[in-house]
């Protein structure tokens, strides 16, 4: 493949709901740019993005793949690196890989099912990094799909912004063409996406004064000069119309629509030419780190003359191909046989080839400009996120920022020993995958995985067994409950044995009561009077309390908010020991705790939900049936609510599905534990139960 300069390359990532037609798409670009010779069907598995097994399995897109295409533009050859993306939801962080590195983004809309929830978060997204964008609609070969309602619906929806730049043409209930707005003409498909000039249709014109009009009162907009010749009623030229439209496309004030039909290859040569004419080249943007030597701000053109700097936007770790790190380059140029320096990491690495990656074949290349998007193999210590730059100018750029992780599942390993191999897996997976995180609950003995949904962590599993060859089933988390006591009691223990020899003698009269403290385990006092306990026994008691409050009487939970008080006892000269100080405080513990009207505790999340305002009640209702308390609503002034509440952890089991079917899919939530507070009884009685049928099975 060429070496291409900054202001030939355009990255574009294509987003959209799943199933909307995004790899279709790239297969039909792909074909007309004489990548492949066929295009590739997501049925038959043969499509360049969709090259995993696991997305062969499933017929829909997990990775964010890169497929870089070359066309000959208007003025020259350019590069478009265009990232397919999955349209799933629990696949997010492939999105927001692919999006930190684009510099534009096409919507992909099927025009049969019209606005989806997909396309709502693929236009947010493009809002949040304020990218340049245009919105393909698919499917125009399908009889009942409406073009027109689609727009108007895309209009209501998203603004003043929208903009057709074409509007079909059909003969017989069949899509055979298009009219350019922009440039006023009729086009007749001949073969794929080739094109030949027609008559505009009388049922089109009314349309198309519409759409015109919208336009040329955009393009007047971009100039007092242009205001004023619009105002005259002059006509603005082609060249002139073309270059305004591009600087509103570029700035985000203008969104195109334009269309085809993904099965027949249709309209693809004008999204390509779209691409090329209205897209930015990387040199439009900044990139912004912080100079390490310095600690300030750095800000710096796309530009392949200065030092290099580049980031790792994500990693593909593969047990047949190796592992691959995926760099957008910054500044400078990157050439392969050299020595870079990770910032983050403070160590040099050493640059073998470079390559470009087209789905899992690997295209080498000589060199990798400003702007550009490669690959380098076998990183030693690179991750996803780290800087790449030389060590005289150390900068380091933000990484790309990934969502939270909320959902999560126990898990452990289906063969005996085989818990290091899952382990060393799973770590490969989560260089891969940013919200795949796995944590160790030493207190409930459990190792849980967490995810953005369910179908990643079920993606997850099916890769472990077919990649790595190890099998692992997902369970019930069990959730951290707590024990303490309601009252005080005041209760004797005595600790008496003789065996011949030195017996054992400890007798200790202690006070239980609620101390007000729920983070603590244990406060302990002492008001021994006249002697009746040694001193050098105190120590002894309190590592009996110690032993205690690890696993409560009641079901086996830690003990918080417990204050013990040593009242009076007694001793032998002989006999007593610390041990047997120990046993005697173990046995008050038990026998006072389980007098003290004992309760357990249960973990509860401070819980924020943002939906759109027609599912509050909705949510508000499902949050409340969880035994959840609102707290409060606020609106996010973007047509969305965030509810704010407090609920039980174990009730957010199985959440991130029902809210996603409540919603649409256009729900999101976030927690954090907060406190523990008193369960109810049908809870506590249910728990207590569990563990003692789990303690009789073991």
Same mark, same amino acid.
């Given at each position: ?310 980031? %790792?936007? /994500?990693?593909?770790? $593969? ?7 995926? @760099?957008?380059?910054?500044?400078? *140029? +990157? =050439? ?77 390993? %289906?063969? /005996?020993?085989?818990? $290091? ?7 490969? @997976?989560?260089?891969?995958?940013? *919200? +795949? =995180? ?261």
């Amino acid at each position: 493949m060429n070496v291409y300069g900054t202001e030939q390359i355009r990255n574009v990532v294509l987003l959209g709901h799943g199933g909307a037609g995004k790899t279709t798409v790239a297969e039909a670009l792909a074909l007309l740019t004489g990548v492949t010779k066929r295009m590739g069907k997501v049925p038959d598995g043969n499509t360049i993005s969709d090259y995993d097994k696991e997305e062969i399995k499933r017929q829909f897109s997990i990775s964010a793949t890169l497929i870089p295409l070359e066309y000959e533009g208007e003025d020259g050859p350019i590069k478009i690196n265009l990232l397919d993306t999955p349209g799933f939801f629990d696949f997010v962080g492939e999105v927001e890989e692919a999006i930190s590195v684009a510099d534009a983004a096409i919507i992909v809309v099927n025009c049969k099912a019209g606005i989806e929830p997909g396309t709502e978060r693929a236009w947010e997204m493009c809002e949040k990094y304020n990218l340049p964008r245009l919105i393909f609609v698919t499917n125009m070969d399908d009889d009942h799909a409406s073009y027109r309602e689609l727009v108007v619906k895309l209009e209501t929806k998203f603004g003043r912004k929208i903009a057709p730049f074409q509007l079909p043409i059909r003969e017989n209930e069949k899509f055979v063409g298009f009219v350019n707005v922009v440039k006023m003409g009729g086009r007749r498909f001949t073969n794929l996406s080739d094109y030949e000039e027609c008559e505009i249709p009388d049922y089109v014109r009314k349309n198309l004064t519409i759409a015109r009009d919208a336009l040329i009162e955009a393009v007047a907009e971009t100039s007092e000069e242009y205001m004023e010749r619009y105002f005259l009623g002059e006509e603005f030229t082609q060249e002139e119309i073309s270059t305004a439209l591009r600087t509103h496309v570029i700035e985000g004030d203008i969104v195109p629509v334009m269309m085809g039909s993904g099965i027949n290859c249709q309209g693809f040569k004008v999204l390509l030419q779209a691409i090329d004419k209205y897209f930015p080249s990387p040199d439009h943007f900044e990139c912004i780190g912080v100079d390490v030597s310095t600690g300030e701000r750095f800000t710096a053109k796309y530009n392949d003359d200065v030092s290099l700097s580049a980031r %790792v936007f /994500k990693t593909i770790v $593969d047990p047949f191909i190796g592992k691959y790190s995926l @760099m957008k380059i910054c500044t400078g *140029t +990157l =050439k392969g046989d050299t020595i870079v320096y990770n910032v983050n990491k403070d160590t040099e690495e050493k640059i073998g080839k470079l390559y470009t990656l087209r789905g899992k074949d690997q295209i080498e290349v000589q060199e990798l400009r400003a702007g550009d998007i490669g690959a380098v193999a076998k990183l030693t210590v690179t991750q996803t996120g780290d800087t790449m730059a030389v060590r005289t100018a150390p900068i380091v750029y933000h990484k790309p920022q990934t969502s939270t992780p909320y959902t999560y599942m126990a898990y452990k390993a %289906v063969n /005996k020993g085989e818990d $290091d191999k899952v382990s060393t897996a799973l770590a490969k @997976m989560m260089e891969e995958d940013l *919200t +795949l =995180k796995v944590v160790n609950d030493a207190e409930n003995r459990q190792a849980l995985l967490y995810g953005i949904g369910d179908q990643q962590l079920d993606v997850v599993i099916s890769k472990l067994q077919s990649r790595y060859k190890v099998d692992v089933t997902l369970s019930q988390p069990k959730f951290a409950f707590r024990e303490t006591l309601r009252k005080k009691v005041k209760v004797q223990g005595k600790h008496k044995k003789q065996s011949g020899g030195h017996g054992q003698y400890g007798d200790v009269i202690m006070e239980f009561e609620p101390s007000g403290d729920l983070e603590t385990p244990y406060v302990f006092e002492e008001k021994v009077f006249g002697g009746s306990v040694p001193r050098n026994y105190f120590p002894a008691v309190e590592k009996g309390l110690q032993e205690c409050v690890l696993k409560g009487p009641l079901a086996g939970y830690p003990v918080v908010g417990l204050k013990a008080t040593l009242l009076d006892g007694s001793y032998h000269p002989v006999d007593s020991s610390e041990m047997a100080f120990k046993m005697a405080t173990i046995l008050a513990f038990k026998q006072g705790f389980m007098e003290a009207n004992p309760v357990l505790l249960e973990p509860i999340a401070s819980l924020k939900v943002t939906v759109p305002d027609k599912f509050t009640g909705d949510v508000m209702g499902d949050l409340n049936r969880r035994r959840g308390r609102v707290l409060g609503m606020n609106s996010n002034h973007n047509g969305k609510q965030v509810i704010e509440a407090d609920i039980p952890m174990s009730e957010l089991f199985g959440y991130n599905t029902d809210l996603r079917s409540m919603t649409g899919g256009l729900g999101d939530y976030s927690y954090e534990f907060s406190r523990y507070e008193q369960a109810p009884g049908d809870v506590q009685k249910r728990e207590i139960e569990a563990r003692a049928a789990a303690k009789d099975g073991e």
